[in-house]
């Protein structure tokens, strides 16, 4: 089974931007793993930003955006807000069995 | 607007079984991919199993054999069968669509202890 690996936390300042991503232990990610990217703040349920590599829901801000950096899914912050202060989970589908990295801890401060 | 509310959980000793529902509203779950997913206590997400439209059902590795993922398309509504359930299995378990209907609900928490 894959392993996913995402930087563990991450301090970005209010404005700023930063750009979160996930390593495969397969080797390079391409669309085909369909990445996914999920927001979880303290004692609520996540929520997906992100799927299918690039594409947003209605309730995702413009400020994120969703890309593939050098084989590897990135979600990028661009103008950092106080409430943008979550775990971020990455998920990738590898023909079948789905895996979620093991999340990133962003402070904004 | 879409929506998923899990029900179910609740407490069960190891070797018990419960019966976990994620009712949806706002699309149609029998035409759509379906994820049942969980998070420990304190821990990060965990895919459990994979429905997709066409019937076909993939399942972790800790979940083969133990989970059923059924649905029932006249009720909108898809099932997490959970036998044989152990300690490590404590959990908030997820219901969550694909792709543009990738939203998840609130969460249904399974406790197994003794």
């Known amino acids: 089974q894959a392993v996913l690996t995402q930087e563990p936390s991450l301090t970005v300042s209010p404005g700023g931007t930063v750009t979160l991503t996930c390593a495969s232990s397969?080797?390079?990610?391409?669309?085909?793993?369909?990445p996914y990217w999920l927001q979880q703040k303290p004692g609520q349920a996540p929520r997906t930003l992100i799927f299918?590599?690039?594409a947003k829901h209605s309730w995702t801000p413009a400020r994120f955006s969703g890309s593939l950096l050098g084989g590897k899914p990135a979600l990028t912050l661009s103008g950092a807000q106080p409430e943008d202060e979550a775990d971020y989970y990455c998920?990738?589908?590898?023909?079948?069995?789905?895996?979620f990295g093991g999340g990133t801890k962003l402070t904004v401060l | 607007e879409l929506k998923l509310l899990e029900s179910g959980g609740g407490l069960v000793q190891p070797g018990g079984s419960l019966r976990l529902s994620c009712a949806a509203s706002?699309?149609?779950?029998?035409?759509?991919?379906m994820s049942w997913a969980r998070q420990a206590p304190g821990k990060g997400l965990e895919w459990v199993a994979d429905?997709?439209?066409?019937?076909?059902?993939v399942y972790a590795d800790f979940a083969k054999g133990r989970f059923t993922v059924s649905r029932d398309n006249s009720k909108n509504t898809l099932y997490l069968q959970m036998n044989s359930l152990r300690v490590e299995d404590t959990a908030v378990y997820y219901c969550?669509?694909?792709?543009?209907?990738?939203?998840w609900g609130q969460g249904t928490l399974v406790t197994v202890s003794s």
């Open positions: 969550t669509g694909h792709g543009g209907n990738s939203g």
């Open positions: 706002g699309f149609i779950l029998g035409n759509n991919g």
């Open positions: 429905m997709y439209g066409s019937g076909g059902i």
């Open positions: 397969t080797g390079p990610v391409t669309d085909g793993h369909y």
């Open positions: 299918d590599t690039q």
């Open positions: 998920l990738l589908s590898f023909s079948g069995p789905r895996v």
